[in-house]
């Protein structure tokens, strides 16, 4: 029982990250929140990775551009993208458009490593894709054919590509590295490369402007957001396994809804219930027909 509980906190905490990001990005250029947030996570991961495996694992050479690769495209590019999108989007349409991972991730397998797309799985693809397009484009769907989308969703959309790409990279590496080496290594190369544009942007001068609130969310977005959420997420994989562990993922958008309807007053509009149904009903398709083919 007490896993489920650390599974369900979890899905709370990484929808709060959504709040505690647009919160800090209204003060706080998105290098130097990413660089603060990774450098508080990476030392954290590789203290806890110490302890639990007993040394820090030394990296193949085979290893080494796959996990250079994870922290350029799974921890630069994303947060810099996550980061510069909550500054002008609401948070709750962003954690529905990130809802729609698990599909895009589907789709490459399906492409890149010849995994095969059921029926019922391709199904839930065309559900959660049309949740997000109306979720995109705020239920009217002429919006986007007449250019209406700005910065915001192009900035969202482009951290769904590099999660799909770091995913799959990164299924190849956990193959020889435990996933909490990897994620470790990968933040600890995502926060050495934000240093340098990060300084650019003003870090120090960030630093000693810093109000009590802007500390509050990078801490929480590094403790909670990163460290916690993914040793109790792996903690959940290896206690129940990849599949019950990975339904409590369909918490994080209504966290995040729920979270910004209450601290950041979003407001909770039709549109955004529509897409929400549709999104969570894809991904929870596209899962339970993985979980169905399993047994």
Do not use: H
Not at 37 to 63: C, D, F, H, N, V
Not at 67 to 96: D, H, P, S, T, W
Request: glycine share 10%.
């Amino acid at each position: 029982m007490k896993i489920y509980l650390k599974l369900l906190l979890t899905a709370i905490f990484w929808g709060g990250t959504f709040v505690a990001g647009r919160l800090v990005t209204q003060n706080v250029g998105p290098y130097s929140i990413s660089f603060l947030r990774y450098t508080i996570a990476s030392i954290l991961l590789l203290l806890l990775t110490w302890r639990i495996e007993g040394k820090l694992p030394i990296l193949q050479k085979s290893q080494i551009i796959p996990v250079l690769l994870l922290g350029i495209i799974g921890i630069f590019i994303y947060n810099v993208m996550f980061f510069k999108g909550l500054k002008i989007i609401e948070a709750g349409r962003a954690a529905l458009i990130i809802a729609t991972c698990p599909i895009f991730i589907t789709i490459c397998m399906a492409i890149f490593l010849k995994e095969k797309i059921s029926l019922l799985k391709g199904l839930g693809i065309v559900i959660s894709v049309c949740g997000a397009i109306i979720v995109i484009s705020k239920g009217n769907l002429f919006r986007i054919f007449k250019g209406g989308l700005g910065l915001s969703e192009l900035y969202i959309f482009c951290c769904v590509l590099s999660w799909v790409t770091y995913s799959v990279i990164g299924k190849s590496v956990m193959k020889n590295l435990s996933p909490l080496a990897s994620v470790s290594y990968s933040a600890t190369v995502g926060a050495i490369a934000l240093l340098a544009p990060a300084l650019f942007e003003g870090l120090i001068l960030n630093i000693a402007n810093q109000s009590a609130l802007d500390w509050l969310c990078i801490s929480y977005l590094g403790v909670f957001g990163t460290v916690i959420g993914f040793v109790w997420y792996y903690q959940g994989v290896e206690r129940i396994g990849p599949t019950k562990a990975g339904l409590f993922i369909n918490f994080v958008p209504i966290s995040a809804i729920l979270c910004a309807f209450f601290i950041l007053e979003e407001q909770i509009t039709l549109s955004l219930v529509i897409g929400a149904v549709l999104v969570i009903s894809g991904v929870y398709l596209t899962n339970r027909t993985a979980r169905v083919k399993a047994t």
